[in-house]
């Protein structure tokens, strides 16, 4: 007779399995919940619900790791949310107000429009290979030369993960083959390089979708300037991304006194001795659908096309912020034209397209098609915005808050953030996600914990580089499998060699959070 026990632990492991049984789970909480709320009521203590304040991020969490769909998940937890504040009508209340704010109007302008159509104008124009194959004849000259420059041409294409490695990726491959570098090396530099580098060289949407998330948190974040600014002065202690980036550089230049993970070493013996990029049993990604260009047959590609739209985003965000924060001393209120130099960028790479004898038809379709590339992002960005929203409608900060803020111990709270966004987001398969659930608890449990801007500081570090920790080495992020695609490696091939390396820097950045609290808390 079958063991009803045996059957059951095998239908739970199988996924599509594992996926209906967590559907129904929540269907089955959802209407229970209705049934509650219409009939009794949820007991609301003061500004939070108890327990249930947590369940809409939690159901968020937990449906994004077993089924690995994001948006689905971002979903669910709003309608949870909405059925326990007692405000049913979710798109009224929730969804119209969040995606109808100047901030997320920013986002959108920013990352869809904008990043988007730049990157679109750039396969119609071929602006970026012409870059990378001129720059790798200046400076490649062997499989060193060749890892520094994937590790540069990461910084140089710093606008966002997913972004970063497409480029990176599609550009950087034919010179690393032709150098023997292994496809797990490539992809390992390529991820390493992409949302670390982001967080770092913060010209892009990641203060502005940071900043959306944490305002009215806190007094000190009561307007999206503020907030922005708040991102930029805590970057010298994002800790685990520069970790990351100068243990990258290292392997990059083989200077790292010893590579962790056996595999990883065996890739760069096999490359270097016999020439294969793969292992003889790998399952390499493709990655031709991001190397083809739809370049028009009578338009001739030019460095231009590159320099022009990137000098103009870097020029127009980067020289005001350091003329008025340097020279004139406005360290407070810096000028940042964050959204204007990426609406300018795209209309210099327009104008560049034109000017050499592109029809316009041409560019506005790879513009269109840019666009329509980062869609899935925006409406991540949409559910991620309009969960915190409710986060705050249903009291998750103050019942956290009031539920552990006297039992920890102050210099333990900024790894146990990075910890804790480390495994949401690798379980989740994303960053800006993590953030959406992690930021409006963290950043109230903070300061309630230790009212001190500079400890505000290293917590709020610790979740962006925890979060992007977990993302970059997830086998279900995004950027990791485009990294694997872009670069032709085998998907857990680059996991498993990528992860023992990034948990160097992930253990670095912990000591050193506990370190400054110690020292200077």
Request: glycine share 10%; charged share 10%.
């Amino acid at each position: 007779m079958p063991n009803p026990f045996n059957h059951a632990v095998s239908n739970f492991q199988n996924p599509k399995s594992r996926k209906r049984i967590f559907t129904g789970a929540f269907i089955t909480v959802l209407i229970a919940a209705i049934y509650y709320s219409v009939s009794i009521g949820f007991p609301q203590s003061g500004d939070h619900f108890g327990i249930w304040s947590i369940a809409p991020p939690l159901l968020a969490i937990v449906m994004a790791f077993y089924t690995g769909d994001v948006v689905s998940s971002l979903f669910m937890g709003i309608c949870l949310g909405g059925v326990i504040s007692g405000k049913i009508n979710i798109v009224q209340e929730f969804l119209i107000p969040s995606i109808g704010t100047e901030s997320f109007a920013l986002i959108l302008l920013v990352y869809l429009w904008a990043l988007g159509g730049l990157i679109g104008i750039w396969t119609r124009t071929g602006g970026a290979e012409k870059f990378a194959v001129w720059a790798s004849g200046k400076l490649v000259k062997g499989p060193v030369s060749a890892k520094v420059f994937t590790w540069f041409m990461g910084l140089v294409f710093h606008q966002g993960g997913t972004i970063s490695t497409v480029l990176t990726g599609a550009t950087v491959r034919p010179v690393a083959d032709k150098h023997k570098v292994s496809h797990e090396e490539l992809a390992y530099l390529v991820d390493s390089t992409a949302s670390p580098a982001a967080t770092l060289i913060p010209f892009n949407v990641w203060p502005y979708y940071v900043g959306g998330l944490v305002i009215g948190t806190l007094p000190l974040f009561a307007t999206t300037q503020q907030s922005v600014n708040f991102f930029f002065s805590a970057l010298p202690f994002n800790f685990y991304a520069i970790f990351a980036i100068l243990i990258t550089l290292l392997f990059a230049l083989d200077k790292l006194p010893w590579i962790p993970g056996k595999r990883m070493r065996k890739a760069i013996k096999r490359a270097r001795e016999t020439g294969k990029l793969n292992r003889d049993a790998a399952d390499p990604m493709t990655a031709d659908e991001l190397t083809k260009m739809k370049i028009p047959n009578s338009y001739n590609p030019g460095l231009i096309d590159f320099f022009g739209p990137i000098g103009t985003l870097l020029g127009v965000a980067i020289i005001p912020y350091v003329y008025t924060y340097f020279i004139l001393g406005m360290k407070d209120s810096p000028t940042l034209l964050i959204p204007e130099a990426f609406v300018l960028a795209v209309l210099a790479g327009f104008g560049i397209a034109l000017a050499k004898g592109m029809k316009l038809k041409d560019a506005i379709e790879g513009f269109v098609d840019g666009c329509k590339g980062v869609t899935i992002g925006a409406i991540i960005l949409a559910f991620a915005v309009t969960l915190k929203e409710v986060a705050d409608a249903v009291g998750t900060a103050p019942y956290v808050v009031e539920l552990v803020g006297d039992l920890i111990v102050p210099f333990l709270l900024p790894g146990i953030l990075m910890v804790l966004c480390m495994i949401i987001a690798f379980s989740t398969g994303t960053s800006w996600g993590t953030y959406a659930v992690v930021f409006p608890v963290a950043v109230p449990l903070a300061w309630a914990i230790v009212p001190d801007p500079f400890f505000l500081t290293l917590c709020f570090s610790a979740v962006i580089g925890g979060s992007v920790f977990g993302d970059q080495c997830s086998p279900i992020s995004d950027t990791t499998i485009l990294s694997s695609l872009a670069t032709g490696c085998d998907l857990m091939d680059h996991v498993k060699t990528q992860l023992p390396i990034a948990m160097v820097a992930g253990g670095l950045a912990i000591i050193t959070y506990a370190a400054c609290v110690i020292l200077f808390v």
